[in-house]
């Protein structure tokens, strides 16, 4: 399996343009989550879906963030307009949910999207 | 509200022993993870608990005790390739949220 491919790795960018960064979950896998990562906030939860229905978006920091997930091995994170604020990695996981002791549960991360936003 | 504690920095010495805490107060609770994070790099899991008790796996284990809301990751013989950061994560049932991160410096 290839994992969880994100794309593009970096991203520059100037203030008030349009990013769209992008997912393929590993095959399989129901939950897809997005996450940001600063040094100073750590690891933060922006959207996740289930089965690619959006279950819980009270992470996204504001209007100028979109999520959509059209179909099981795809999904986008849009930021429209950028602002130097947004400057960090982007990362997508993904997941069998399930519960109990198994191997379920255990999101895998892709490499990340390295958003700089001048 | 959703809560993770944990240390910001760790420094000990290879072949020693270092105990990460990390404590929680979540809506709900379905497992804990801990993950390990190198510069510039992906989280890659570590260890998983649901269960109290202790779960061991090579030179690493975690501990989970529910009733306290805590867990810790204990590292053995450390080396120098263990620098990195640890995330413990909360799986609430529906979600996976993370701490802040502890960054381990190993120095010889």
């Known amino acids: 399996d290839a994992g969880v491919i994100q794309s593009p790795r970096h991203e520059v960018t100037e203030m008030g343009q349009e990013v769209t960064l992008r997912c393929k979950p590993i095959s399989g896998h129901n939950s897809l989550f997005w996450y940001r990562q600063t040094m100073m906030r750590g690891l933060e939860l922006l959207i996740y879906?289930?089965?690619?229905?959006?279950?819980?978006d009270s992470g996204m920091p504001e209007d100028r963030f979109s999520a959509k997930m059209p179909n099981a091995s795809f999904s986008t994170l849009k930021i429209q307009p950028s602002e130097p604020r947004d400057s960090a990695v982007y990362f997508c996981?993904?997941?069998?949910?399930?519960?109990?002791?198994?191997?379920?549960?255990?999101?895998?991360f892709g490499a990340g999207s390295r958003l700089t936003v001048l | 509200g959703q809560n993770i504690d944990q240390p910001t920095e760790m420094t000990a010495t290879e072949g020693a022993i270092v105990q990460i805490n990390c404590t929680y107060q979540t809506s709900g609770f379905n497992g804990l993870f801990w993950y390990q994070q190198h510069a510039g790099e992906a989280p890659t899991f570590l260890s998983y608990n649901v269960l109290d008790g202790l779960e061991e796996k090579g030179r690493f284990s975690s501990f989970l005790s529910r009733s306290k809301g805590y867990s810790y990751l204990l590292l053995k013989e450390l080396q120098m390739k263990d620098s990195a950061s640890y995330l413990c994560?909360?799986?609430?049932?529906?979600?996976?949220?993370f701490g802040k991160g502890t960054t381990l410096s190993v120095s010889s």
């Open positions: 879906f289930n089965n690619n229905v959006p279950i819980d």
């Open positions: 994560a909360v799986n609430t049932g529906t979600a996976l949220i």
């Open positions: 996981a993904s997941r069998v949910t399930g519960t109990g002791r198994s191997g379920a549960n255990v999101l895998t």
